[in-house]
C-alpha cells in the first residue's frame, strides 16, 4: 500500500505543451512539497502546502502551478513546458511542515521535453 | 549557490568494511541536518539526523557526526551490506528544522561482494 503515489512515473512530451503531475498521500499528512532534481542531481524545494494553504513558493517560474484539492493530493500543472523543465520531479508529505525525519517521497515523475 | 556540498560523487568499499560519506555545509544558520538514502526508481528516504546541539548520533550500523566549527558531517555506515548501495544525501534545514529543507547532490555508495 503506497504511502506518496505519483502519476504519471514517466512523461514525454514537446515544448510548449501544458501537463500535469499528479501526487496523493494516503499517510494523513498536513503538509505536501514538490521537489525538482535536475540534471546535476541538484534536489531542491519548489513548493510546500500546509493543509491545503501554500507556505513555501521558491523561486519557480509562474508556468508552475501547484493545486490541492484537499490536504491528500496535491498536483503539480505545467503550462507552455521548456527544455529546461525536464527533470525528476518528487512529491514528498510530512505530518506538520518541517518534520524532516518523518517526511516520505514519491518515487518520482520523469519530465522530459523535447 | 550550493549551501550543502557532498563532493564525492561515488564511493566504493567492500562488504563488512566501513564506509564514510561526507557532507560540508556553508549556512551557519542550519542547525538540523539529515541523511537520505535513495534506491533507483524510487524515491529519497530518511536514514538518520542530528541536532547542532549534538556531535553524534547513533542508530544501529550508521552514525552521523557533527563537527560544527568545521561545518561539517560524516555518515558512518559499518558494516557495510550490499543492500546499503544506494545514493545518500545530505539535507540541512535552519531554524530548529522548520523553513525548507537544503539538499546535496549525493554520493553514489556501493558496496561489493
Known amino acids: 500500500d503506497t504511502a506518496v503515489s505519483q502519476t504519471p512515473k514517466y512523461l514525454v512530451t514537446q515544448m510548449g505543451n501544458d501537463k500535469s503531475i499528479k501526487c496523493e498521500q494516503n499517510?494523513?499528512?498536513?503538509?505536501m512539497y514538490w521537489y525538482k532534481q535536475d540534471s546535476k542531481k541538484f534536489l531542491k524545494i519548489m513548493f510546500s502546502?500546509?493543509?491545503?494553504?501554500?507556505?513555501i513558493n521558491e523561486t519557480v517560474p509562474n508556468r508552475f502551478s501547484p493545486k490541492s484539492p484537499d490536504k491528500a493530493h496535491l498536483n503539480l500543472h505545467i503550462n507552455s513546458l521548456e527544455l529546461g523543465d525536464s527533470a525528476v520531479y518528487f512529491c514528498?508529505?510530512?505530518?506538520?511542515?518541517?518534520?524532516?525525519?518523518?517526511?516520505?517521497f514519491g518515487p518520482g515523475t520523469r519530465l522530459t521535453v523535447l | 549557490d550550493q549551501q550543502v556540498k557532498q563532493n564525492s560523487p561515488s564511493l566504493s568499499v567492500q562488504e563488512g568494511r566501513i564506509s564514510i560519506l561526507n557532507c560540508d555545509y556553508t549556512?551557519?544558520?542550519?542547525?538540523?541536518f539529515l541523511w537520505y538514502k535513495k534506491y533507483p526508481a524510487e524515491g529519497p528516504t530518511f536514514l538518520i539526523s542530528?541536532?547542532?546541539?549534538?556531535d553524534k548520533n547513533e542508530d544501529g550500523r550508521f552514525t552521523v557526526f557533527l563537527n560544527k566549527s568545521a561545518k561539517h558531517l560524516s555518515l558512518h555506515i559499518v558494516p557495510s551490506q550490499p543492500g546499503d548501495s544506494a545514493v545518500y544525501f545530505c539535507?540541512?534545514?535552519?531554524?530548529?528544522?522548520?523553513?525548507?529543507?537544503?539538499f546535496g547532490t549525493g554520493t553514489q555508495l556501493k558496496v561489493e561482494l
Open positions: 499517510l494523513g499528512h498536513d503538509t
Open positions: 539535507a540541512a534545514s535552519g531554524k530548529g528544522g522548520g523553513n525548507k529543507l537544503t
Open positions: 514528498a508529505s510530512s505530518p506538520v511542515g518541517g518534520a524532516w525525519d518523518t517526511q516520505y
Open positions: 542530528i541536532s547542532s546541539i549534538k
Open positions: 502546502y500546509n493543509n491545503k494553504e501554500l507556505i
Open positions: 549556512n551557519s544558520m542550519f542547525d538540523y
